[in-house]
């Protein structure tokens, strides 16, 4: 008899309708159960077409009853939950010219999340993106420092409207920028809301695909007033493999459910260290959690990101490595981390203008 573990891994051979990443990665296995009685396939997928639907039952029941021994194979969909009425919700816009907003979160500090939020910005670009970033973290600002500062002030516009600086062809805005180096920001909440505002609302970001949102690390105000005041295509969430930072994974799905943001998925960060010198591979913590938990929570897995010098170094230099070092092993795992979420926006346009 297989264990649920022996199913999934063989339901990962299984591609969404239409795209290259796999059912499970797509978030659409919700549990596995393995009795005496007979195996049970659970599904969510809210989004989906039916004729997808009917594509993928037909593909797991094949996979399963290779491995099933002839016990009976049932396969359950999860109805979707009622849409939650958010307070506020009405009050969310999108930003003019920009195609789609995505907001990078992660549950608790030290995950490493501005340098995803960076490199995945990049890697979408690499793949042909207009791309924007935002650093929405007033009190440590890191973006600007990552991607480099630029010469000169930042410049207004006849109509006091900021001009984000550009570099490696990614706009981008950061408090950082309005700073001395030394400079701490003490600042309440009201006036952290309005220079977001500020930022989401009146900078000149012209015409782009994605505007990347680098959330604060955590789940409070800031990120709220974000969430809930800009209209959002998702949100992704920036983890390592620890338990103890897993758990922080689940207050980000929640804050985003809250606010009735669809989570793209989940971004292992630090997931192994890959060697400089012989290039091989090193566990350092308990690998695959992020997996793990993603499917636990039903919501796509994006991919993993080792830690590896390079990627440290390009952020200390202002020469991020998607940029720098385009070839990079890890450079291309961003790149196969923003196919995904580039796939999910486009599979949600779609779906929206076929409704």
């Not at 207004?156 to 490696?168: A, G, L, N, S």
């Amino acid at each position: 008899m297989p264990t649920p573990q022996e199913i999934l891994a063989e339901l990962k051979k299984i591609k969404y309708p239409g795209f290259s990443r796999d059912i499970v990665s797509f978030g659409m296995i919700k549990d596995i159960e393995v009795a005496g009685a007979g195996i049970t396939v659970i599904l969510t997928a809210p989004s989906a077409k039916p004729e997808v639907i009917d594509a993928v039952t037909g593909e797991i029941r094949r996979t399963v009853a290779a491995m099933a021994a002839g016990l009976p194979i049932k396969i359950d969909i999860e109805a979707a939950p009622p849409p939650k009425v958010v307070a506020g919700a009405a009050q969310k816009r999108p930003i003019p010219g920009v195609r789609h907003i995505v907001a990078v979160a992660s549950g608790k500090g030290g995950v490493g999340k501005s340098t995803v939020a960076v490199n995945l910005a990049l890697a979408m670009r690499a793949l042909g993106w207009r791309i924007g970033l935002m650093d929405a973290d007033v009190y440590g600002p890191s973006v600007a420092m990552m991607v480099g500062e630029g010469q000169g002030q930042v410049a207004v516009t006849k109509d006091r409207r900021i001009v984000p600086m550009e570099r490696f062809g990614i706009r981008y805005v950061s408090m950082a920028l309005f700073l001395n180096d030394a400079s701490p920001v003490i600042w309440r909440g009201p006036m952290v809301a309005k220079l977001e505002t500020e930022f989401l609302y009146n900078v000149e970001w012209g015409d782009l695909d994605c505007l990347v949102i680098d959330l604060p690390p955590g789940t409070g105000d800031a990120q709220l007033t974000i969430t809930q005041r800009v209209a959002l295509d998702g949100g992704v969430i920036v983890t390592t493999p620890q338990e103890i930072a897993l758990l922080d994974v689940r207050r980000g799905v929640a804050m985003f459910d809250e606010v009735k943001v669809p989570v793209i998925g989940v971004i292992e960060n630090m997931s192994y260290h890959l060697c400089r010198k012989c290039g091989s591979r090193h566990e350092i913590f308990a690998h695959g959690g992020g997996a793990r938990l993603a499917t636990s929570l039903g919501v796509p897995f994006l991919g993993e990101i080792p830690i590896t010098a390079e990627l440290r170094e390009g952020g200390d230099t202002a020469n991020p490595l998607v940029a720098a070092h385009p070839e990079h092993p890890v450079s291309e795992a961003f790149k196969a981390v923003a196919a995904n979420v580039i796939a999910h926006l486009s599979q949600e346009h779609e779906e929206t203008h076929l409704h």
